[in-house]
């Protein structure tokens, strides 16, 4: 069987904010994802106000795995998650996502994490991780960048 490849963004255009701060309720926000079965490519894309990049990149992540649990034709095939969010694949390559979810402690996004969980566990025995170098050469991870930058343009 031919290897899934999953390219996903998160993505927010924070409107004047000082660095560090919080996002503002009207920033634009988006994701995308891009899953790529060697023969088609499937894809998907979103908006949100006021949502933190974050947040939009596990958005993208569970939307693409959502996708994945519902189509037969995806399912049991290795599967590389292509991402360029430490803070997404830290977690799930790391362990610490298990212990997260032990812990219940508050952390940000964690009800997004807790939605993520069981796709990510169903998931596993066939996922491995890549990082990649955002806005670089990378055809997927462009590809998706682009489709959320669309999603955005269409609320200016």
């Given at each position: ?18 660095l560090g701060q919080h996002v503002n309720a ?23 106000l006021g949502a933190t990049n974050n947040a ?42 298990h212990n997260w979810m032990k812990t219940k ?52």
């Amino acid at each position: 069987m031919n290897e899934i490849v999953i390219y996903t963004d998160g993505g927010n255009r924070n409107t004047g904010n000082k660095l560090g701060q919080h996002v503002n309720a009207k920033d634009l926000s988006a994701w995308a994802y891009v899953i790529d079965d060697g023969s088609k490519q499937i894809s998907a894309s979103g908006f949100q106000l006021g949502a933190t990049n974050n947040a939009m990149e596990l958005t993208a992540v569970g939307s693409a795995f959502r996708k994945i649990l519902s189509n037969s034709d995806l399912q049991r095939r290795p599967i590389t998650l292509v991402s360029d969010s430490h803070y997404v694949l830290d977690p799930m390559t790391k362990g610490w996502l298990h212990n997260w979810m032990k812990t219940k402690k508050e952390r940000p996004n964690l009800l997004l994490w807790q939605t993520l969980y069981p796709m990510y566990l169903e998931l596993n025995p066939y996922l491995s991780f890549k990082w990649v170098k955002g806005h670089l050469k990378t055809k997927g991870n462009l590809q998706v960048d682009h489709l959320l930058n669309q999603e955005m343009d269409k609320h200016l």
